[in-house]
């Protein structure tokens, strides 16, 4: 499966819209409430809802726990991401990831920058490569663009709140609105276990597969 998801409206409140083929499969709308980040992400008949608010202790009254983000179906949470650092045991070696919890099942995503051969996102369920996103470089009015490319499409329910929570959390730029603003921005990972977990065989695969 390939779909877009094109940021169509930030600064105080968000959208998103998830297109396949040229149709819209998904919209999600994330209007603002102080103190707190909520978006609903609705595809056919399935409504999913992410949540962020450090003041609710129902799950806990750590730290972690408070920071994050939960996924609700059905108005009952049904997994969590949070940010985490793998030591790699060097000295002060580390690189952050995500890690994410749906419906009982494990996966890892990781942030991987090529320079200017481009931005992606990598999620794993265990050991298995099952996502990949490439951002665009270039956003134009704070509003980034995002391509997808998924292994099974059922997963789309655990790579879709994924890669809102990773938009929200690196590129949410909330309260900022400039109207013909132009932004790059080139990542360079340098870390070679991080670098090691993107696939350059997973996008021409998942493509090979459309056809």
């Not at 169509?8 to 968000?14: A, G, L």
């Not at 009254?61 to 650092?85: Q, Y």
């Not at 996102?121 to 050991?127: I, M, R, S, T």
Request: proline share 3%.
């Amino acid at each position: 499966m390939i779909f877009t998801m094109k940021q169509e409206k930030t600064n105080f409140s968000m959208s998103w819209k998830v297109e396949e083929k040229g149709s819209t499969i998904a919209e999600i709308e994330a209007p603002f409430i102080r103190g707190q980040f909520i978006a609903e992400i609705r595809r056919g008949d399935k409504v999913q809802k992410l949540f962020f608010n450090p003041r609710d202790t129902r799950f806990g009254t750590g730290l972690e726990e408070r920071m994050a983000f939960r996924i609700h179906e059905d108005n009952a949470p049904v997994g969590k991401m949070v940010g985490r650092t793998m030591r790699t045991g060097r000295l002060l070696g580390g690189y952050p990831y995500y890690e994410v919890d749906y419906r009982g099942e494990a996966y890892s995503g990781y942030e991987i920058g090529l320079g200017r051969e481009g931005l992606y996102q990598c999620l794993y369920k265990g050991d298995q490569l099952i996502f990949t996103a490439e951002k665009a470089l270039k956003t134009v009015n704070y509003q980034d663009h995002y391509e997808g490319y998924l292994l099974d499409r059922k997963d789309l329910d655990v790579a879709l709140p994924f890669l809102v929570y990773y938009d929200v959390i690196e590129y949410g730029d909330l309260m900022e609105v400039s109207m013909g603003s132009v932004k790059k921005k080139v990542v360079h990972t340098v870390s070679k276990e991080l670098k090691a977990k993107f696939d350059p065989d997973f996008i021409p695969k998942v493509t090979a597969l459309e056809k």
